[in-house]
């Protein structure tokens, strides 16, 4: 007697499992990889300086209230910039004593303050006269520029577009070789878009005349000439197609 096994649904189909996709290539579909490259040089879209206010002074109070009002200074005239100016910040601030080598006990001989400036501008005749203007003041140092683009620039969008296009060409040469033709994309693989310059600063240092111990003058200087530092944009895409079976 045969066991009764419960109630059946006659209606439902059978099923074929579905293959696991082949992550090669076959005789019927061979598969083609790719690399696609892009470089471009383009102009730089910003620019970074760093500015340090410095004070120094037997007086701790006085030090303070100096390195305050040479700090406004500084922070006033990069303002005077409107627009240009896109990003200001303070990065650091230090007062610190510094004691008498041969005293004893815990004398202090002067007082150092340092105010840190970072100010990025995309207006580059601006930067010039900016630069310059920063120099000319009592005990301030600048640093800079650093070009850079922007993280969202069209640079990179059409570096990757033309690493895109290189890869479908480069693929669709190598078909031909066969005597065949590109059937399908199988997979497109970004390694990164970057900017590969490295951001080094054009001048490394402008101090004001006053650091050098020279007496200022009246006149204004005239505005620094900085020659934009062109970036170079990379861009890589690894392309994978399959392609109709060439004759051998």
Do not use: C
């Not at 640079?155 to 890869?167: G, L, Y």
């Amino acid at each position: 007697m045969t066991p009764d096994t419960g109630p059946t649904d006659r209606h439902t189909p059978a099923t074929t499992p579905t293959p696991p996709a082949v992550p090669y290539g076959t005789p019927d579909t061979p598969r083609i990889a790719v690399r696609g490259e892009a470089h471009l040089e383009v102009d730089p879209e910003l620019a970074r300086i760093t500015i340090t206010v410095t004070a120094r002074g037997k007086d701790r109070r006085q030090t303070l209230t100096d390195l305050t009002h040479r700090n406004a200074r500084a922070l006033d005239l990069v303002k005077t910039h409107g627009d240009a100016v896109e990003h200001l910040e303070t990065s650091a601030l230090t007062i610190t004593p510094e004691l008498g080598r041969h005293s004893r006990g815990e004398r202090t001989r002067t007082h150092h303050g340092l105010v840190h400036i970072t100010a990025q501008l995309n207006d580059f005749t601006a930067l010039g006269e900016l630069t310059t203007a920063l120099a000319d003041l009592d005990l301030t140092r600048v640093d800079g520029p650093w070009w850079t683009l922007r993280p969202d620039s069209p640079a990179h969008r059409a570096a990757r577009r033309q690493a895109v296009h290189e890869a479908v060409q480069r693929a669709r040469e190598y078909a031909e070789a066969l005597d065949t033709t590109l059937t399908a994309l199988v997979e497109l693989a970004d390694t990164g878009t970057d900017d590969t310059h490295p951001r080094v600063p054009q001048t490394t240092r402008a101090l004001s005349r006053a650091a050098y111990g020279a007496a200022p003058t009246e006149d204004e200087p005239a505005p620094l000439d900085l020659e934009p530092q062109r970036q170079h944009v990379h861009a890589q895409v690894v392309a994978r197609f399959t392609m109709a079976p060439p004759r051998l």
